[in-house]
């Protein structure tokens, strides 16, 4: 895939995650590429010489760390990666703890898990902090909702497959 | 896929998969915010304990702050101390013989300085936890068994949480300490490995390999437990 259509497929993918509200996968995805690619090569070093006073380059080269930008093909496989990240690996987690509790422990309620911020050290908030409450809230992980889901996941998690084969 | 010299324009195939991925995501996503799969993550780890310390030969049972066996698992959405009047589920793990130990998900631990942080998954003394839980106060590292980090990203990793932790391990002790990732890069496990924590910037079900070391660790530490 050449640069243009690896930037096309980050363009789209990027949209969608905005559109569906996952702005904090693109937020990520923008951090880990503006941080680039950390890669090491020979280089060879100068040293100050005494006996000449001047610079020389040694005739060793020594191991040294850089930083490239992405290419296009790697920000757009990158940009997959991070969709599986958010829709397909949250959902496996999901079966891999239903399942490994059902196995040790066949008689717990395992239909869902709930998680509950703990709202007793914040009990009077005072107006502006209320926006605060809004990001605190009781939700549920529903087991059957997961379980029923499998079939789309994999789907998904194949296109993505085969996407970033394309791209590569 | 073959890749043609064609301009700026996707093949059907490609436009077709890019399709697939477009209406899978609207499909799928259930975790439209982070610390859903923040949270998530953490009960993974707790569960992979708990399975551990019954590889081990522990009896596990699920109990909430009043000792009573809990009905479901309620977690906690955020950090909050052991103390709380909320109802929160930890697995009371078990050894014959033993002094009994708790799993917790979110609390804080006081650390070297008395400082308290955040423990993704911690395992207690069961004592001390109690002892917490009626005097209000934080758990001890000191009775910190096992402590983990768990970071849940959709893109790689920085180094200033691989940094953030190594200033933890200060506080919280080096020895059975993890941070776990469902994703990572090679400076953060070069870091890792520099300084001697146990590490996984690969853990996620998909990965077995990945899941059965963790697990084998967190058996080691239980193993070595239940024979001192």
Redesign the interface.
Known sequence: MNDDDAKIIISTLASKLKDIGLDWVLEEYFVAIRAGRVETKQAKYEYWNDEKAKYQISGKPKKVAITVPFTPQQRAESLVDAVENCAVVPHEVAIAIHDGLKEFFPDFKLSEIEFRPDLESISSLSEQEEDLLETMQVYHIEFEEEISLQSEVEKLRSACAALKEAIN | ?R?S?R????TP??QD??S???Q??????????????C???E??LL??V??AA?DEGAT?E?RDSTDAAA????????P??IF???Q?THARITFPGKPPLEAHVGIYVAGLSTVVHECDVAVIDAEEARNCRQNSSHPSRNKLLVGIECK?????V?IDLIRSFLGLTDELKKKDRFFVS??GG??PQKMLVKHGIAWSTTL???QPKETQRIQGALSTIFRDYKTL
């Open positions: 896929m890749c010299q301009g700026n324009k996707l195939e490609e998969l890019l697939q991925v477009e899978g995501l609207s499909m799928a996503v259930t975790y439209r915010n982070k610390m859903a799969a949270d998530l993550y009960a993974y569960m992979l708990v399975k019954v596990v699920f009905p479901h698992l309620t977690l906690r959405s955020g909050s101390s709380t009047s909320a929160y849940y990203y959709s893109s790689n920085g469902n994703i090679a400076n996620v079900p998909g």
